[in-house]
Every structure is written in C-alpha cells, then in structure tokens.
T-cell receptor, first 117, second 111 residues
Framework: GAVVSQHPSWVICKSGTSVKIECRSL??????MFWYRQFPKQSLMLMAT?????????EQGVEKDKFLINHASLTLSTLTVTSAHPEDSSFYIC?????????????FGEGSRLTVL | AQSVTQPDIHITVSEGASLELRCNYSYGATPYLFWYVQSPGQGLQLLLK??????LVQGIKGFEAEFKRSQSSFNLRKPSVHWSDAAEYFCAVGPSDKLIFGTGTRLQVFP
C-alpha cells in the first residue's frame, strides 16, 4: 500500500537555528500533503497544506515565515522551522491523500520530534 | 462549528475484555468519519472509515465502529482487547483536506 515517510524521526537543535523536515510519498505521487503539529498528550492540529507547484496554504494562526513549506516535487514536501525556539518543540506529522481520492483516506508519516534547546 | 469530542481521555481495560471508545461530532454536512490509532512516537494508522452506506463498518485489527446520525456519534468497539492494542486512538471528521481530530483517548491494557 501507499507509504509516507518522514525524516528525521527526531532532531535536537539549538535555539535560533533552522531545522528541515522531509516528507516523502514512497510509491505514489502526492500533489498535496498536509503538515500537522501535535503537542504532548494533545490532538493533531493542521498547520498547512503543501501544494506541488504553488504556495502552501497556512491555517489561521500559523506563522508562514517561521514554518516554511516547500513542495519540491510530486513526492517530496519539506517543512523548515526557522529560527527555532523552545516553544517550537513538538511532534510534527505529515500526511498525503491516497492516490485514488476521493476516498478521503490519508497516509501519515511516522512523525518527527523536534526538541529545541 | 465543526468539532470532534472524545469524552474519555484515558481508558483502562483488562486483556480480553470488550472495549468501546466514544466519539461525538458536530459537522454541517454528511461527514466522513475516521478512527486512527497512534502508537508512542509514531504516526497515525487508519483503523476504519465511514463515508456512506452501512452504518456498521469493519476495520483492521478486529475493530468496528457504528455511525449513528441521530446521536452524532461514531463509537469504536472491539469485542476482546489484546495487550498490543494499547495506544492512543483518535476520532476524526471531515474531508481529508480539512480533517478535524478529537483530543484522543489513551487506552491502557492490563494483563
């Protein structure tokens, strides 16, 4: 079946640095990918929709300049957390719709845990 | 406003016991409903989904869920829980491009 992979699975960085997280669809093309953020013991909150060939669509309250999203190809979307601060520490998860939409099913990556010191 | 409520934050059951996880939703149109499971430090895996048709849907790992429009509910059930079912369970509603998740129910299974 379709698989979505994220890298890295965990990353620790110093405050003020930037961190890039990759999300790849392994055996299907994804013109759209979704980025979520999950705080400890809380639900997933949609941050933005990544669109291949165009700008990402951000949810209300998400800083576009802090969370840079680039959908470089039909199989790769990246989330860059710029000038990271401790409050950006979180679990970031990407997902992509199944190729045979509109079934509505999403395939989720394994998640990337970011810790900012 | 569209929302999903999972009233139970934490549930503990004994292995072999039956399980029901509650999910209530508020959604303007006919909803797409999903149950996902998340193991610690992992992404989400789809257990089952409801779009239309038979209101009792079967999923993977022996799970089932029943859509009750009159109650705006989509409760997840399993007749006999296994220790490997211990995880976080999320109910979600909506089309995939605007999926709304509940806050999750953490399931603990005792031997």
């Amino acid at each position: 079946g379709a698989v979505v992979s994220q890298h890295p699975s965990w990353v620790i960085c110093k405050s003020g640095t930037s961190v890039k997280i990759e999300c790849r669809s392994l055996d299907f093309q994804a013109t759209t990918m979704f980025w979520y953020r999950q705080f400890p013991k809380q639900s997933l909150m949609l941050m933005a929709t990544s669109n291949e060939g165009s700008k990402a669509t951000y949810e209300q309250g998400v800083e576009k300049d802090k969370f840079l999203i680039n959908h470089a190809s039909l199989t790769l979307s990246t989330l860059t957390v710029t000038s990271a601060h401790p409050e950006d520490s979180s679990f970031y998860i990407c997902s992509a719709p199944t190729p045979d939409r509109p079934t509505g099913e999403l395939f989720f990556g394994e998640g990337s845990r970011l810790t900012v010191l | 406003a569209q929302s999903v409520t999972q009233p139970d934050i934490h549930i503990t059951v004994s292995e072999g016991a039956s399980l029901e996880l509650r999910c209530n939703y508020s959604y303007g149109a006919t909803p797409y409903l999903f149950w996902y499971v998340q193991s610690p430090g992992q992404g989400l895996q789809l257990l089952l989904k409801y779009f239309s048709g038979d209101t009792l849907v079967q999923g993977i790992k022996g799970f089932e869920a029943e859509f009750k429009r009159s109650q705006s509910s989509f409760n997840l059930r399993k007749p006999s829980v296994h220790w490997s079912d211990a995880a976080e369970y999320f109910c979600a509603v909506g089309p995939s491009d605007k999926l709304i998740f509940g806050t999750g129910t953490r399931l603990q299974v005792f031997p």
